[in-house]
């Protein structure tokens, strides 16, 4: 079974769970696969910066730069929510578009690059507008003011214009492995399970199936030369204390967001972006090389 099928068929059965089980377990699996999965698939940064500058003698000055950015992330959420979501949710599309296509084009272009942003704003777009009650609800306790379902209507639409004006532009890029089938099937799959599943559980279902675990294996492979079960252990190891210093700092964000009047969903939210936005920058040299 190959990897791409794996994860089909992976996605199918959590949407039969989906059907079966109530909104509180769907919500309790999210946050286990999240802080879990999640978390651990962007906590090996460092190693991987080791990597990207084994050759350069710059390892110092990127993990300056790396620090920086995650206190700049929090600093902005807390101090310019609606700038910080924008910018978190521009940079998360073009993440998780750059995950699902890097290994399916023969190189990295401006066309591809672009296409990696538009199908990453059409997810979204899918996630949003399907569930835009509680994606409303959750915007508005971020940045005090609440959008009706047309922004996400159109941001779906934007989405799949883009993706589909840059996926014209790409064909010759593609791989000759390149399932085109396959990747329409997906889109409806992914747009009939954020219809029927709670956005937390959607998203969840995305992020780790289609973004997680396929980055895993790609950082398994830059790390050790090859994803195996030897290698997932030793990933594992060398990602433990990073994640549980994630956890146990956001155990902390928790316990004191009542002291500074602070809700609870804006510190996880910027507690995400501030260990996405430096991953996301790490992942995008090491699909670059």
């Known amino acids: 079974m190959n990897f791409p099928t794996f994860n089909l068929i992976l996605t199918v059965f959590l949407f039969w769970l989906t059907i079966q089980i109530d909104a509180?377990?769907?919500?309790?699996?999210?946050?286990?696969?999240?802080l879990t999965v999640g978390i651990i698939h962007g906590s090996n940064d460092i190693s991987l910066i080791k990597v990207l500058t084994r050759n350069t003698g710059s390892l110092k000055k990127y993990l300056l730069l790396y620090v920086v950015v995650i206190l700049a992330t929090i600093v902005a959420f807390v101090s310019f929510p609606s700038l910080a979501l924008f910018f978190f949710i521009i940079v998360s599309c073009y993440h998780f578009g750059e995950q699902h296509f890097h290994n399916q084009v023969q190189s990295q272009n401006t066309f591809s690059r672009l296409l990696f942003f538009g199908y990453g704003v059409l997810i979204f777009g899918?996630?949003?507008?399907?569930?835009?009650?509680?994606?409303?609800?959750?915007?508005?306790?971020?940045?005090?003011?609440?959008?009706?379902?047309?922004?996400?209507?159109w941001f779906m639409i934007a989405g799949a214009i883009l993706t589909l004006v840059f996926f014209i532009?790409?064909?010759?890029?593609?791989?000759?492995s390149f399932n085109y089938f396959q990747e329409l099937f997906l889109i409806l799959l992914f747009a009939i399970l954020f219809k029927m599943a709670a956005l937390l559980w959607a998203f969840a279902i995305y992020f780790i199936v289609w973004h997680s675990i396929p980055s895993l294996v790609d950082q398994i492979g830059a790390l050790y030369g090859k994803s195996n079960k030897l290698n997932v252990?030793?990933?594992?190891?060398?990602?433990?204390?990073?994640?549980?210093?994630?956890?146990?700092?956001?155990?902390?964000?928790?316990?004191?967001?009542?002291?500074?009047?602070?809700?609870?969903?804006?510190?996880?939210?910027?507690?995400?972006?501030?260990?996405?936005?430096p991953h996301v920058v790490v992942m995008y040299f090491l699909n670059k090389n």
């Open 24 to 34: 509180s377990h769907e919500e309790y699996l999210s946050y286990f696969f999240i």
């Open 126 to 153: 899918l996630l949003f507008y399907f569930n835009s009650e509680n994606t409303s609800i959750i915007i508005n306790e971020l940045i005090g003011h609440t959008l009706n379902e047309n922004y996400f209507l």
């Open 169 to 176: 532009h790409s064909i010759r890029n593609f791989k000759s």
């Open 233 to 277: 252990i030793q990933y594992i190891k060398s990602s433990f204390v990073y994640w549980l210093i994630s956890i146990a700092g956001l155990y902390i964000l928790y316990y004191t967001t009542s002291y500074f009047e602070i809700q609870f969903v804006t510190i996880f939210f910027a507690f995400l972006a501030a260990i996405t936005i």
